[in-house]
């Protein structure tokens, strides 16, 4: 939750400026000025989740922040015994007060800073709707259309840009509850569920071809879902990264790797043995060593060179030719 906002000490700022500290709406890491919180005349609602709709609001309405980096609190994670609120995620009442509270704060934004909505709606599909959306394959087959109640009045709400800002499968899930298709939405879930579970990459189209995650109902007219739900070029970002720079008889060595993030590559950076294994928004990984592809390989380029010589690389594995070339091993 505070990772972003709090990785760099940020003095005098505010969140129309800083969009992370919309992710910082927890009331036990501040310093609040009381002459601040009376003349705004904040105050704690009864009930569960009450710092959302303090905390934000105080955010909008202060003319600046101080965000510190220091950790000045710590928060148990509890393990066992009773859970938080934060944990209870399967009781349909926790899940109501929950979105009574984003529904508070989404009003306060669409009146006084109606600017910011879609940077706190982002937050909201990323948070407090990706648990609620969770929760329909936790839940009583009773509490199902309670909740989906509940997931489509906030949908309704959002633009329909901010959604596309998600990654594919919550783009998935939230364009289901939209359209209340319950019976589609549990096969995702379900398909999701399943241990090592994650979409083939495809791509597709002739004079711009894209890439898309092909989750349940992918092409199927029948059902009627956009193929631009399922788009994950976005997710698809390249990284690279030095392993080793050296001095070997005169010569200057460097090699590093790089690879397609959510492509499945040969070569295992992850260090799972698990095929096509997931990552956090479902994709493979992109360097698990059960599967490999034959688009988006994994290069690893190394650089010598020396005084007087040129510079030489090495690409997928080939090396150098001519006079002068290193040996295989040198």
């Not at 879902?225 to 690279?240: K, L, S």
């Not at 005169?250 to 799972?272: E, F, K, V």
Request: glycine share 8%; charged share 25%; with cysteine.
């Amino acid at each position: 939750m505070h990772r972003e906002p709090l990785q760099a000490t940020v003095l005098r700022t505010h969140v129309s400026r800083y969009h992370a500290l919309m992710h910082d709406w927890t009331a036990w890491n501040k310093v609040i000025r009381r002459s601040f919180w009376d003349s705004c005349q904040l105050e704690f609602p009864p009930g569960l989740y009450e710092d959302l709709p303090v905390m934000v609001p105080a955010h909008v309405l202060a003319s600046s922040v101080d965000a510190f980096r220091d950790v000045v609190y710590y928060y148990r994670v509890r393990q066992s015994g009773e859970l938080s609120i934060s944990q209870r995620t399967r009781e349909l009442s926790n899940n109501e007060q929950r979105m009574a509270s984003v529904r508070a704060v989404s009003a306060f934004l669409s009146s006084r800073a109606p600017e910011l909505k879609p940077v706190f709606d982002r937050c909201v599909l990323e948070g407090d709707l990706a648990i609620l959306a969770g929760a329909f394959r936790l839940v009583a087959d009773t509490d199902r259309q309670r909740l989906l109640d509940i997931a489509s009045d906030y949908l309704a709400t959002v633009d329909e840009s901010v959604c596309r800002q998600v990654d594919p499968l919550k783009r998935l899930r939230y364009h289901l509850i939209r359209r209340r298709m319950l019976p589609e939405l549990l096969r995702v879930m379900q398909f999701t569920a399943q241990e090592g579970a994650a979409p083939e990459v495809v791509r597709r189209g002739l004079l711009r071809p894209k890439w898309y995650a092909a989750y349940p109902y992918f092409g199927d007219r029948a059902t009627g879902v956009p193929d631009h739900v399922y788009e994950a070029g976005g997710e698809m970002t390249v990284n690279a990264r030095l392993d080793e720079v050296t001095w070997r008889a005169g010569r200057l060595r460097i090699t590093g790797h790089a690879y397609i993030r959510r492509r499945a590559t040969p070569g295992s950076r992850c260090g799972s043995a698990t095929p096509n294994c997931a990552g956090p928004s479902g994709f493979p990984c992109g360097g698990c060593t059960g599967r490999t592809s034959p688009r988006g390989p994994t290069r690893r380029r190394r650089a010598t060179t020396g005084p007087g010589s040129p510079s030489r690389s090495t690409r997928n594995g080939s090396r150098p030719s001519g006079p002068g070339a290193r040996p295989p091993g040198s």
